[in-house]
């Protein structure tokens, strides 16, 4: 018989987890709050459902897997729509300063959404193939894909900016 989480157990995990579910949450939503958002209902629905944790071991997979579909339903029901006009003043200019440097981590949130997310699970959270798969519910082939694209992409947007530094990416 599996060992049920009791509430001491499960907050212990939550502050454990804590970061890794925040990057998680803001690999996938386009701002803090937001993502704040999504972890803090991630949390009340873990807790509410705890019961359906099978194996405690697995509590963070099981958890980010929460806050994936949090963040999903985040972006399906608020697709913000900004006047340009609104926002002109702050758009970088035509030719950008070239002594500005873009940082590994601003790269990586401006990849897409699908990609961001299986990029911040492998190589902030530490996560395998496998487990990513299964966060996302999705392929380990697509995991793979992703993956494969992601670094692609993010070695064509620091070649420039880094001069390579990020190569083994």
């Not at 001491?8 to 690999?27: C, G, I």
């Not at 963040?71 to 300063?97: G, H, M, N, W």
């Not at 949130?109 to 959270?125: A, G, I, K, Q, W």
Request: proline share 4%; with cysteine; net charge neutral.
């Amino acid at each position: 018989m599996v060992k049920r989480l009791d509430k001491d157990d499960f907050t212990r995990l939550v502050l454990q987890n804590q970061t890794a579910m925040f990057r998680t949450a803001r690999a996938i939503v386009s701002t803090d709050e937001d993502a704040e958002d999504a972890v803090q209902s991630a949390i009340c629905t873990a807790f509410t459902k705890l019961d359906a944790l099978r194996d405690p071991a697995k509590f963070k997979s099981w958890i980010l897997r929460i806050v994936v579909n949090n963040c999903y339903d985040l972006c399906r029901k608020y697709r913000p729509i900004t006047d340009l006009s609104e926002v002109q003043d702050f758009l970088p200019a035509d030719d950008p300063d070239p002594t500005e440097r873009l940082s590994l981590w601003e790269a990586v949130l401006s990849l897409n959404p699908e990609m961001r997310s299986v990029v911040t699970l492998f190589y902030y959270d530490g996560f395998s193939i496998r487990e990513i798969s299964r966060v996302l519910g999705i392929s380990d082939v697509a995991v793979k894909t992703r993956l494969s694209r992601s670094r692609k992409q993010l070695r064509l947007l620091l070649a420039d900016e880094q001069g390579g530094v990020y190569g083994s990416i």
